[in-house]
């Protein structure tokens, strides 16, 4: 099992910046890859980007491409998502995830662990 806990909720202006962080622990060995997803209100959730744990391979969706950048840090189980140039459409409760498989997350939009969530407000 692994467990996910995020932290850096907060309300930002339109064009702010706020990073997020997800501190992971338990089987960490078993993780390949790990993401953020993102819901908003009334949305179905979206896949943001995402990290390969070994080799620190991103991905990104197109809508956050040149503003987002995720990272980890390998010594701490925690990976990150810087998140800049900020616009009301990024509010919704971000959300970390990690899986055995980085095909799954990347391109099935799926995981088997999962943070608890964390919101985001851009907002003036």
């Known amino acids: 099992q692994v467990q996910l806990v995020e932290s850096g909720r907060g309300l930002v202006q339109p064009g702010g910046s706020l990073r997020l962080s997800c501190a992971a622990s338990g089987s960490i060995f078993s993780i390949d890859a790990m993401a953020w997803f993102r819901q908003a209100p009334g949305a179905e959730r979206e896949f943001v980007a995402a990290?390969?744990?070994?080799?620190?391979?991103?991905y990104y969706a197109d809508s956050v491409k040149g503003r987002f950048a995720i990272s980890r840090t390998y010594a701490k189980n925690t990976f990150y998502l810087q998140m800049n140039s900020l616009k009301p459409e990024d509010t919704a409760v971000y959300y970390c995830?990690?899986?055995?498989?980085?095909?799954?997350?990347?391109?099935?939009?799926?995981?088997?662990?999962w943070g608890q969530g964390t919101q985001v407000t851009v907002s003036s």
């Open positions: 995830a990690a899986d055995g498989s980085t095909t799954t997350l990347v391109s099935l939009r799926r995981a088997d662990y």
């Open positions: 990290i390969k744990w070994a080799d620190g391979r991103t």
